[in-house]
């Protein structure tokens, strides 16, 4: 079974530019999670998809912004980047995303994005 | 507001050597807790997990130990390996909510071999 497929690896973009990052979950998974993570905040939770539906969303201003596919796929945007955008972002996928029993997030390996 | 923290940003083990990372967490009614492993370029990946009923559970060589009254998490890894060398993240979810988790800094593990 194939994991979590991020796409692309790495990403640089200018100040201004918006990006659109991919996140292809474990096949059978229907949730749908982007984080941010940062050296100096750790992960950060942006959103949480479920059958095409946002269903929690963490503290990021609308320039963030994401959707999820009938065939549970997502795609995250960042519109007008900062300099401050420049992150590792992270997608994770779990068959329900309850947080029930022993619920497990399985993580991508990212998308490097670099703002200069 | 929630936060989870770590007590230590590095941690140097000798290899062989137990290794104890810490977490503190601050939000009572989180009631499941996972430890994750972060190597260098890659995602992190699931360790172990316990939830709020229990206050100990063990994987192999990993054992995971919850202290709710003073709302502290540690994970023990038996005889550190040079592979255990990454970043250790705690987590809390409150499954009241949808999938929010909550990590932690993290605390990178150095294995000296």
């Known amino acids: 079974k194939a994991g979590v497929t991020q796409t692309p690896r790495y990403l640089i973009k200018t100040r201004g530019q918006q990006v659109t990052l991919s996140c292809s979950p474990i096949s059978g998974h229907r949730s749908v999670s982007w984080y941010q993570q940062t050296p100096g905040q750790g992960l950060q939770f942006l959103f949480e998809?479920?059958?095409?539906?946002?269903?929690n969303k963490g503290n990021f201003p609308g320039r963030f912004s994401g959707r999820q596919f009938s065939n549970s796929r997502s795609e995250m945007n960042v519109s007008t980047l900062e300099l401050g955008d420049s992150a590792l972002y992270l997608c994770a996928s779990s068959s329900t995303g309850t947080g029930e029993g022993s619920e497990k997030l399985f993580f991508g390996s990212g998308t490097q994005l670099s703002v200069l | 507001g929630e936060s989870v923290g770590l007590h230590l940003p590095t941690l140097s083990v000798q290899e062989g050597d137990n290794s104890i990372i810490n977490c503190a967490y601050s939000n009572s009614a989180s009631d499941y807790f996972i430890w994750y492993k972060q190597e260098s370029g890659k995602g992190p990946q699931f360790i172990i997990d316990?939830?709020?009923?229990?206050d100990k559970r063990q994987g192999q060589r990993v054992t995971v130990l919850l202290n709710k009254t003073v709302k502290h998490l540690s994970l023990q890894i038996a005889a550190t390996q040079p592979g255990d060398s990454a970043v250790y993240f705690c987590?809390?979810?409150?499954?009241?909510?949808?999938?929010?988790?909550?990590f932690g800094t993290g605390t990178k593990l150095q294995v000296i071999p």
């Open positions: 998809y479920f059958s095409e539906t946002q269903r």
């Open positions: 316990i939830r709020s009923n229990m």
């Open positions: 987590a809390e979810i409150n499954s009241g909510g949808y999938q929010k988790v909550t």
